[in-house]
């Protein structure tokens, strides 16, 4: 059973920083892609930001130039440094990770997500 835990959310003041951490069960490399969600109350879940196992990164444009996605390979982790925050990053955050396999498919995992408020 595939497992991933996060860590690292909380309260922070606009401008500033938090930086997100996601644990895997399992070498982060038997991942295709791993990456960041967020979800609002009410709005749907939306992609934050990503990386492939060749280390191709992706954002949103709305985290573009704050936000960067990184992988330490000797802990399993994946990490998400969020800078200069703003009121709307307010969120939960979700670490979700992507195995394709040619005899299984496509099968997504998920964590149970962290809270990111912003506000002063």
Known sequence: QVQLVESGGGLVQPGGSLRLSCAASRSIFSFSAMGWYRQVPGKQCELVASMTSGGTTNYADAVK???TISRDNAKNTVNL???MLK????????CQGRV?????????????????????
């Open 65 to 67: 130039g704050r936000f």
């Open 81 to 83: 440094q969020m800078n």
């Open 87 to 94: 009121p709307e990053d307010t969120a939960v955050y979700y």
């Open 100 to 120: 394709i396999s040619l005899t299984r498919g496509t099968n997504d995992y998920w964590g149970q997500g962290t809270q990111v408020t912003v506000s002063s």
